[in-house]
């Protein structure tokens, strides 16, 4: 039988565990999944109808609607670390995760009575600063809950649930609309309703138990020896961050990410290319998000078994097949169709893989901090790809934009694969 290792840094030798333990899913993370599905039905149903409502409605310009999209994309990124940080240090991973939830749910009420740009920025820049504070800490006690073997499958649960929500969002806010038209504060009272459930199953649902002193009851997740395997409480340090393999897997983010630019743009493509009606622009999310939910949990264990990083790799190469789907002069529905399929192949490949990746190679003192470093990367990169991306828009034409990029893209997988290469030595212990 094969097994991995335990370094004193936390986390395993190999990417994959191999053994015969069957797949055990945590309460925990099933309770995580509802509270998000719930949450993202709440979000979801907002950003679909947020373009419509900010342009339309309330007559803003498109230079203030790029500068709020901008907020909404990346401002998530400069509390991620700083709510890793407390998170771990506190060890209270859900106590923070409840301020960021908190945070978000209180928006949707500011929504209904915001009516001016401030305002809306406003609102804007604290739901993402609620989602930024929440992630890694929900992201560290599904690291926690779930059996070292089968994490990436484990993530692949907790975002099939999360994406049911991010596909039943849009769809609730779509009805709303075609049965009230302008019923944008219809949409918002939803997204409250959906909002407080969601918040409310946080705090009854999930436990607030401590991780670092549970660590090693929940299935060696540390290395015997440490203070986790001896019930002590482990002290939170800097230096646990800074670990070959973590800095590997941030370098190939950061790669990725800048190389990632948003899935509006490719819709904005699609729609132009094949002239379908602008009112069923937001289906095209749905599209990608049930691709998301049929295959997050099959390549969560795809990940397990052939290995994180290699899913992760695979994962942006459908991406570059988008690309070059979106690029090709060809119109149809079929078209349309594989181009959203391969977005959430892209989705599903890498979304948990890269979380659960992060947390295996940050111990459990550390662990939050750790996701929050590779999402921060993650969420800074696409930022500064999708405004360069707008730039080489108006510059080159959407067709030689999305060109560029790919051709950057399929450079970058077969340099990513060279980076990651030391991560996956396994050890064959019999």
Request: with cysteine; net charge positive; proline share 3%.
């Amino acid at each position: 039988m094969y097994l991995s290792f335990s370094d004193r840094r936390g986390g395993t030798a190999d990417e994959t565990v191999r053994s015969g333990t069957p797949f055990r899913l945590s309460p925990v993370i099933v309770s995580l999944g509802i509270v998000s599905m719930f949450t993202d039905i709440s979000s979801e149903s907002v950003a679909a109808v947020l373009p419509l409502y900010i342009t339309g409605a309330l007559g803003l310009s498109m230079v203030a609607y790029g500068f709020l999209d901008g907020i909404y994309q990346g401002v998530s990124a400069v509390v991620r670390i700083g709510a890793g940080w407390a998170a771990d240090t506190s060890d209270r991973h859900k106590s923070v995760a409840v301020l960021g939830y908190g945070l978000s749910m209180v928006t949707r009420a500011g929504l209904l009575v915001a009516t001016g740009f401030g305002a809306i920025t406003a609102i804007i820049a604290t739901d993402r600063i609620g989602k930024g504070i929440r992630t890694a800490p929900r992201d560290a006690m599904i690291t926690g809950a779930a059996q070292p073997e089968h994490l990436a499958r484990s993530f692949g649960v907790h975002r099939m649930l999360d994406t049911v929500g991010a596909t039943v969002g849009p769809l609730l806010a779509f009805l709303v609309l075609l049965i009230i038209p302008n019923g944008y504060h219809t949409v918002f009272v939803v997204s409250l309703a959906c909002g407080v459930i969601g918040f409310a199953v946080l705090g009854i649902m999930v436990p607030g138990r401590k991780h670092r002193t549970t660590a090693a009851a929940g299935g060696a997740r540390e290395a015997p020896g440490t203070l986790a395997s001896t019930g002590r409480r482990a002290p939170f340090a800097w230096r646990d961050l800074n670990n070959p393999r973590l800095r590997r897997l941030l370098v190939v983010a950061a790669i990725f990410g800048l190389l990632t630019v948003g899935d509006g743009f490719i819709y904005l493509v699609l729609q132009s290319r094949a002239q379908f009606a602008t009112q069923w622009f937001p289906l095209l999310y749905v599209g990608t998000n049930i691709a998301y939910l049929a295959l997050a949990i099959p390549l969560g264990r795809l990940a397990d078994r052939w290995g994180r990083t290699r899913v992760f790799i695979a994962g942006h190469c459908a991406l570059l097949a988008a690309y070059v789907c979106a690029a090709l002069p060809t119109t149809g529905a079929a078209a349309t169709l594989t181009c959203l399929l391969l977005l959430g192949v892209f989705y599903a490949a890498t979304d948990g893989v890269l979380a659960a990746l992060a947390g295996q190679f940050s111990t459990a003192a550390s662990r939050a901090s750790g996701i929050a470093a590779a999402q921060t990367v993650v969420a800074v990169a696409r930022l500064v790809a999708s405004t360069g991306f707008g730039l080489l828009w108006f510059t080159l034409g959407r067709g030689n934009a999305i060109l560029l990029v790919a051709v950057a893209l399929a450079v970058a997988i077969p340099a990513a694969s060279v980076i990651v290469r030391g991560m996956r030595t396994a050890v064959n212990a019999a």
